[in-house]
């Protein structure tokens, strides 16, 4: 019998008898980056604006559908708060847990509005509300564990679950039951590996909303089935985009789930301030809060203290109310608008969303009548898997009829094939989106272009 190599362990010496092991080399590694980076996924609205700007240096009008930006200023009592605090010398190092005047307003709103307790030892402050999408998921993740979220969904959910070695596991949202869920929908997903659940509502990218017996169905169904270190990840960032008299509800308002949610919110969508940077997570715990403050010492130190300020005005100054009340009018009057004007067109079929500021066509009848799907079919392997049939209209009206809008596979690529969806930002000007209805209508139409744009074979995702 052949006698295998043992390693000693260090300042250990070999066994009598034990064949001493050959030094062996590294391999050496010839990628620049490491396998894990390229695990990573990005938002696709952000990775469009190259394009957008190729054809703007053209001198074309590019009607941007993409981003889920409020085309609104940031209101002035807001602005002047954060420049009075400018003045009065407010700009260097702060607590990297939150100021605590900004977290003491945030654990008064929180508790008002969904009818809990909240201390401000709970709050934990972040550069907007997308960091701790990541952070939670390396703070309670092992690789292995598991993550649910919903598909279509906010990108980074199914991105940063696969970068830090989580299983992903999409929650399939039907346009059928108007992009919402109930605990029958979540149960076959939980199991002994499951540590985060995420919900998001109202939600990007279909605007879907649900009501509070949805909420107490879910809930009755984690209370039951998940494990007691599960956490609830509930994405609240457009609590306050609604229509037609809905109202936001927080699963942390039930019986039994405000010690298992992770609250998350800031001031980008609902105060028109996408640059403040400014968003907040409360924990269930000071213990988890004070986790989560080590990440942001780690990875940013602090927040700006005078965005900060800022963002405590925007909380409880009188006048923001107001102010979301006229964007929300806006937005349900281009909401209005471009259903319409989407089932107008043949091949479309959009439903009417309860919130956020998106539309979420369903364009497989436009797929089939331009060819997009039979052109996909017949691209190579190596490219099919780039891409997709609405990856093809979306690219189709961006470059041919200067339509910026987003494909289904933004928002989830794990059980997405088959499903031909867009997704149109409404927070731009009611002009623009009149004259991108109008250019979809005609790119519509245009199935002669749109396959000598699939013939150039350029810009196909």
């Not at 900004?102 to 509005?113: D, F, H, K, M």
């Not at 201390?119 to 292995?144: H, N, S």
């Not at 649910?148 to 959910?157: A, D, E, N, R, V």
């Not at 979420?360 to 190596?382: S, T, V």
């Amino acid at each position: 019998m052949t006698a295998h190599p043992i390693v000693p362990r260090p300042g250990r010496a070999l066994r009598k008898g034990a064949v001493p092991a050959r030094t062996i080399k590294p391999k050496a590694r010839t990628s620049l980056y490491s396998a894990q980076i390229g695990l990573l996924g990005s938002e696709n609205a952000f990775r469009i604006g190259p394009q957008i700007k190729v054809l703007e240096d053209r001198g074309l009008k590019v009607i941007k559908c993409n981003l889920g930006e409020p085309d609104f200023p940031l209101a002035a009592h807001i602005a002047e708060e954060v420049k009075s605090q400018i003045d009065l010398g407010l700009t260097h190092y702060c607590d990297p847990q939150g100021i605590l005047p900004l977290r003491e307003a945030i654990a008064r709103t929180v508790a008002q509005r969904r009818g809990i307790e909240v201390t401000p030892e709970r709050v934990v402050v972040f550069p907007g509300a997308k960091p701790p999408i990541g952070l939670a998921m390396q703070a309670y993740c092992d690789p292995g564990d598991e993550v649910i979220y919903p598909s279509p969904g906010f990108p980074i959910y199914e991105s940063f679950a696969t970068y830090v070695g989580a299983r992903p596991r999409p929650l399939h949202l039907r346009e059928e039951t108007d992009f919402s869920f109930g605990g029958r929908d979540l149960a076959p997903l939980i199991n002994p590996r499951t540590r985060i659940i995420i919900l998001n509502f109202p939600s990007n990218p279909t605007g879907g909303v649900v009501t509070r017996e949805q909420l107490g169905d879910i809930a009755d169904v984690i209370k039951r089935k998940a494990p007691a270190q599960v956490r609830v990840y509930s994405d609240e960032i457009y609590e306050d985009i609604l229509f037609d008299g809905n109202r936001h509800h927080s699963i942390a308002s039930l019986p039994g789930m405000d010690e298992r949610t992770i609250i998350v919110s800031g001031v980008s969508k609902s105060y028109a301030w996408t640059g403040g940077r400014v968003g907040w997570a409360v924990f269930p715990t000071a213990d988890e809060a004070a986790v989560f403050k080590n990440l942001n010492i780690n990875y940013f130190s602090c927040v700006p203290a005078y965005n900060q300020m800022g963002a405590r005005t925007a909380l409880e100054s009188p006048l923001s109310q107001a102010s979301i009340a006229r964007m929300c009018e806006a937005f349900a009057e281009r909401r209005d608008l471009m259903v319409a004007g989407l089932n107008a067109i043949p091949g479309i079929r959009c439903r009417n969303p309860g919130g956020a500021f998106y539309l979420f066509p369903n364009i497989a009848g436009l797929c089939e009548h331009l060819g997009a799907i039979g052109a996909h079919r017949k691209l190579p392997i190596k490219d099919r898997g780039r891409t997709s049939p609405s990856t093809l209209v979306q690219m189709f009206l961006l470059w041919q009829y200067q339509v910026a809008t987003m494909d289904r596979r933004s928002f989830g690529r794990i059980g997405s094939d088959g499903l031909h969806y867009l997704r149109l930002s409404i927070a731009t000007g009611l002009e623009d989106l009149k004259t991108g209805l109008q250019r979809m209508r005609a790119a519509a139409a245009d199935r002669d272009g749109f396959q000598s744009f699939i013939r150039e074979g350029k810009h196909l995702w």
